[in-house]
């Protein structure tokens, strides 16, 4: 049986959501846009090129090394420009899709030209988080990542911070190394000069959708990540359908991005850096995170640069929400000016989500509209897309144009399932992986499990509802959805709660492994801002906010599998190089639990003074 619903959409950001609902015989849902995707660009070059003649002077790019420095920008004319001359660079050194160009560095305007020029003539590029050359001890996953890909090229934006990543994998690569701020690697400014070659037209021409434009890696919990291959139609086709429920795009010729998230993830380049490039907008590199000691970064950009549409990962609402509180100018400009926020990577706590409309309200007088979207790094990223203001937070929205989802009975759960034209056609130089990635009607097997917002309207959208793989049972046979739990209990222990971590296979109870907000706890606490980890989680006062959090949340209702009954502070950090987390912040259940399972024993032994209770187990 096929049902059509569509919603009302009174706001004129976005179309309304259209959904074309089957149901199979055994239970399975297939669901799709009622909206047919339209022709695309053959390849990411077209929107260089296109806006370059459009709108030569409009800034494209633009990045600042301190706050107090005057904006670098780069117009599409000399974008363009650039990106020729890189790419005659390119082509001279023999660069191809067996030897591509690596870039570990974080966001730049440099880093960007030279993907650009890459992709432009049919080399793919590859950003590896920068914490795997900086924050890793060992740089085995990035030993891995490189002799999987064998590069022609690699890019730092300063040699310096990366002498010893790039002495760790000099054994592993004939690659030329290139720099932006260095003594011995290739300059960039000597590369970006470059006379152009009359081959780069043939080659630009010869980029077809299905030539690979990037590898992108997995986080991956164990072992070296996988490389994601992702195709001109993919990245193309990905940004058609947004184009197609974001209608405000068509008209927007003003927009304006401020955004940090990494080009190294789907997110930041796939989703945020693609969008501003095919709709003709300015995009402001904030080299600022939601981090402490680099969100004044991202405040201090702010200040300078109020977006159009405001991008960012859970941690970084919760950050923005203390910041707006406490300057009432910003918060009025902010609220004012952006014309709606998108979280993902993660969902986003309800009690920030009700934060961020209380503050619009006091600024503006009205809610500023908040949404969504799911995917993966295999889906380029959009699969659903969220273009309505949802009741509440956590709602993905509905399949975009050209995109099939299939729900498949998993337990009480629905699996869900992914088809498009945005869809990866497998892993690198993994055939037997690709192979088990796919079922056979050709849908992508994501792993996740979603649910209806309301099973009888389809059309007003899919709420995540947790990892398949990462879900457990009670001994007393009862499903904990983990990744629901998490949220909620983030939720009732904030602002002290960075993240946690959920035990209890096979146990009469849940338990938290907490990763702590130091700030936020030190503050409770009354501690200076040099107290030492151990010293804050052993602090009575912190102790005893972290219990009235697990009684709040078991005050919730909902039985033995909606609450925890104790709690553990962890004082080390997640660790990248055991995968524990992105340099988005999400956090892998798995590997977590893996890491520290000596921790997981702590939690549940009950002879164990370390962990936090509720009221009536202490």
């Not at 602002?495 to 936020?520: E, Y």
Request: net charge negative; hydrophobic share 45%; charged share 20%.
């Amino acid at each position: 049986m096929t049902v059509v619903r569509e919603m009302a959409v009174p706001e004129t950001l976005f179309a309304p959501p259209r959904v074309i609902a089957d149901h199979w015989a055994d239970g399975t849902i297939q669901l799709r846009s009622a909206v047919p995707l339209q022709d695309y660009a053959r390849c990411v070059g077209e929107w260089l090129e296109h806006w370059a003649r459009q709108m030569p002077d409009r800034i494209f790019l633009g990045e600042r090394v301190s706050v107090d420095a005057p904006w670098r920008t780069v117009t599409y004319a000399d974008a363009l420009q650039q990106v020729r001359s890189v790419a005659s660079w390119i082509l001279a050194q023999g660069l191809s899709e067996q030897h591509p160009l690596a870039i570990l560095s974080d966001n730049g305007v440099d880093h960007a030209l030279f993907t650009l020029a890459a992709m432009h003539i049919g080399v793919p590029a590859s950003a590896i988080s920068p914490a795997y050359s900086l924050m890793s001890k060992d740089f085995d996953k990035l030993k891995g990542m490189i002799e999987l890909l064998d590069p022609g090229a690699i890019y730092v934006a300063a040699e310096q911070p990366f002498a010893k990543a790039l002495a760790a994998i000099k054994p592993l690569h004939r690659a030329k190394i290139v720099a932006s701020d260095g003594d011995t690697a290739i300059p960039f400014r000597t590369i970006a000069s470059t006379p152009e070659d009359s081959a780069i037209a043939t080659a630009f021409a010869s980029v077809t959708p299905d030539t690979i434009a990037k590898f992108l890696f997995t986080s991956g919990s164990t072992g070296t990540p996988k490389a994601v291959i992702n195709t001109q139609r993919m990245l193309t086709a990905s940004q058609q359908a947004k184009a197609q429920t974001w209608t405000f795009l068509d008209q927007a010729r003003d927009l304006v991005i401020l955004d940090w998230l990494p080009w190294s993830h789907t997110f930041g380049a796939n989703h945020n850096f693609n969008l501003v490039l095919r709709n003709g907008g300015t995009l402001y590199i904030d080299s600022g995170k939601p981090l402490p000691g680099l969100f004044a970064t991202s405040l201090a950009n702010l200040r300078s640069v109020i977006p159009s549409v405001y991008f960012n990962v859970p941690r970084g609402f919760d950050m923005l929400i203390a910041a707006l509180g406490e300057d009432d100018a910003l918060c009025r400009r902010f609220f004012g000016e952006v014309k709606f926020a998108f979280y993902a990577g993660a969902a986003l706590p309800q009690n920030l989500w009700d934060a961020m409309q209380a503050l619009s309200h006091k600024a503006v007088g009205r809610a500023l509209p908040m949404v969504s979207a799911w995917g993966s790094t295999e889906t380029s990223p959009l699969a659903t897309d969220c273009h309505f203001q949802a009741d509440r937070s956590g709602n993905i929205g509905v399949p975009t144009p050209g995109t099939e989802l299939k729900l498949v009975p998993s337990g009480d759960k629905l699996e869900v399932r992914v088809r498009g034209p945005n869809v990866t056609p497998g892993y690198w130089k993994m055939p037997d992986l690709t192979a088990r990635a796919f079922d056979d009607d050709g849908f992508y097997l994501i792993g996740d499990a979603v649910k209806f917002a309301d099973p009888e309207h389809p059309e007003r959208g899919l709420f995540f509802d947790g990892r398949v793989a990462e879900d457990f049972k009670l001994s007393s046979g009862t499903w904990v959805s983990v990744g629901a739990l998490r949220v909620a209990g983030i939720a009732a222990l904030a602002p002290l709660a960075q993240d946690i971590v959920l035990t209890g296979h096979d146990r009469d109870s849940i338990g938290f492994l907490v990763f702590p907000n130091l700030a936020a706890c030190r503050a409770h606490a009354g501690l200076p801002e040099t107290a030492a980890a151990a010293d804050v989680i052993a602090s009575e006062k912190v102790r005893a906010g972290f219990a009235q959090g697990l009684a709040r949340l078991k005050a919730k209702g909902g039985g033995s599998s909606a609450y925890a009954t104790r709690a553990l502070l962890l004082t080390e950090p997640p660790s990248v190089d055991d995968g524990e987390t992105t340099d988005k912040g999400y956090i892998n259940q798995r590997a977590v639990l893996t890491r520290r399972a000596d921790a997981v024993a702590r939690l549940q032994d009950d002879a164990s003074p370390q962990w936090i209770g509720l009221p009536e187990t202490r």
